[in-house]
Every structure is written in structure tokens, then in C-alpha cells.
């Protein structure tokens, strides 16, 4: 069964601090591991990763994949309250997406 | 990236009627999908919506609930039928980029309440 699954499901970080969200994943024919940011209703985009060991990068966040493992990382350093959201990731396999049940961060002033 | 816009964007419903959630596209894209994101729970996909032909339901998924239409290449819309408070969730239409399936971008989401 395909799936994809995120630690932690949630997570409170002070200001300025760094968090490590996890994305790990189990399809069949993977393509790339995509991720967003979900506050109020829509998933806004942020990454796509196809290539293992080559890190993304957008700002204070960055991702990076690791197709031998199976598992992707999203940074986030000097946390501000704006990056309290909903992180999703979800595998695409060219047919389907496959969305983990995200990550909620709150980031306090 | 492709622009999305939806209607409504949030409604409240009575036990047993339907909704018709509308999606716009501001450019021409082969594949449209329809998503659902219950209280708690991540996005789960109802349906892809293909132009010109009927609309392909995931599992658990009818086309008697939920019929969707594809009338061009722009423009989608779901429907929900005879709606129950189960049905009460957060409805997204999301489009590929470009036809390539590498990525899909999101509408801002209809907020549907079922008393």
C-alpha cells in the first residue's frame, strides 16, 4: 500500500529557533516528493525534489531527499510566527499524489 | 504557476441538499483534481476531472455523490449531493503544471459546514 507518513505530527518552537520536519514514503514508481505550506485551507508550494543529496532552497527553509532511504527533510531556521502552518509533503508518482497527514507548527513570539 | 480561484469559498448547508463548488483556472490545463480535507485529516483525492471525458473516482468515491464536470480546460465543478454532516470538510481543486504531472498547485478551497 502506497503511503506516506510525517513526524512529528505537531510541534511548538519558540521564535529563532530551527525545526526539522520529516517526510518518510512508500510508493511504487516515485517520481519526486513535493512540499507545502497549508494555512487556512489551500496548500501553498514550496518544494519539489526529485534528486537525492541535492538540498532546495527558498529563504530560511530548505529540503533536501534521500531516495535510498526514503525519506525527506524540510528546515526551517530562525523560526518566525508567520511559518505557523500546516506542513504537508506528499509523493508523486506521476499517476497520483500521496499526501502524509502534515505537520503542524507553532511558532510562539 | 497557474491561478486558481474558487466558489464559494465557504458555505453552510442543510442536511440533504446539494453544492456545486466551482473552480476557474486563468489558463488551460489537461488534468484537474478534487480533493477533500476532513477536520484533522490530510487531503485526500475524490477525483481526477479529464476534459472531455468522465471524471475518474478514487476509492470509496461515486460519481452519484459527487458528479463532476470538466465543460473545457479551464473550468471544473463538484458537486456535493445529498449532503450529510459527514460531508462537512474543506473541498480543493488543485491543477498540474503544465501537463507535465510534476507538481500541482491549489485554489484557495471551499469550507463547506453540513448542519
Known amino acids: 500500500e502506497d503511503k506516506?507518513?510525517?513526524s512529528p505530527l505537531s510541534l511548538v518552537v519558540h521564535e529563532g529557533d530551527t525545526v526539522t520536519l520529516n517526510c518518510s514514503y512508500e510508493v511504487t514508481n516515485f517520481r519526486?516528493?513535493?512540499?507545502?505550506k497549508q494555512e487556512k485551507k489551500a496548500p501553498t508550494f514550496l518544494f519539489m525534489l526529485t534528486s537525492s543529496g541535492i538540498e532546495k532552497k527558498s529563504g530560511r527553509l530548505s529540503s533536501i531527499l534521500d531516495k535510498k532511504e526514503l525519506f525527506s527533510i524540510l528546515n526551517i531556521t530562525a523560526t518566525q510566527t508567520g511559518d505557523s502552518a500546516i506542513y504537508l509533503c506528499a509523493a508523486n508518482t506521476g499517476n497520483q499524489f500521496y499526501f502524509g497527514t502534515g505537520t503542524s507548527l507553532t511558532v510562539i513570539p | 504557476?497557474?491561478?486558481i480561484s474558487q466558489k464559494p469559498s465557504r458555505d453552510i448547508c442543510q442536511r440533504g441538499t446539494?453544492?456545486?463548488?466551482q473552480c476557474q483556472v486563468d489558463s488551460q490545463v489537461t488534468m484537474m483534481f478534487w480533493y477533500r480535507?476532513?477536520?484533522g485529516q490530510s487531503l485526500t483525492l475524490?477525483?481526477?476531472a479529464n476534459q472531455g471525458s468522465e471524471a475518474t473516482y478514487e476509492s470509496g468515491f461515486v460519481i452519484d455523490k459527487f458528479p463532476?464536470?470538466?465543460?473545457?480546460l479551464t473550468f471544473s465543478t463538484l458537486t456535493v449531493s445529498n449532503m450529510s454532516p459527514e460531508d462537512s470538510s474543506?473541498?480543493?481543486c488543485s491543477v498540474d503544471d503544465r501537463g507535465t504531472a510534476d507538481t500541482q498547485y491549489f485554489g484557495p478551497g471551499t469550507r463547506l459546514t453540513v448542519l
Do not use: G
Request: aromatic letters at 10%.
Open chain 2, 18 to 21: 446539494s453544492l456545486t463548488i
Open chain 1, 32 to 36: 519526486s516528493l513535493l512540499w507545502y
Open chain 1, 4 to 6: 506516506v507518513v510525517q
Open chain 2, 90 to 92: 474543506i473541498y480543493l
Open chain 2, 1 to 3: 504557476s497557474a491561478v
Open chain 2, 46 to 48: 475524490i477525483a481526477t
Open chain 2, 68 to 72: 463532476i464536470s470538466r465543460p473545457n
Open chain 2, 37 to 39: 480535507q476532513q477536520p
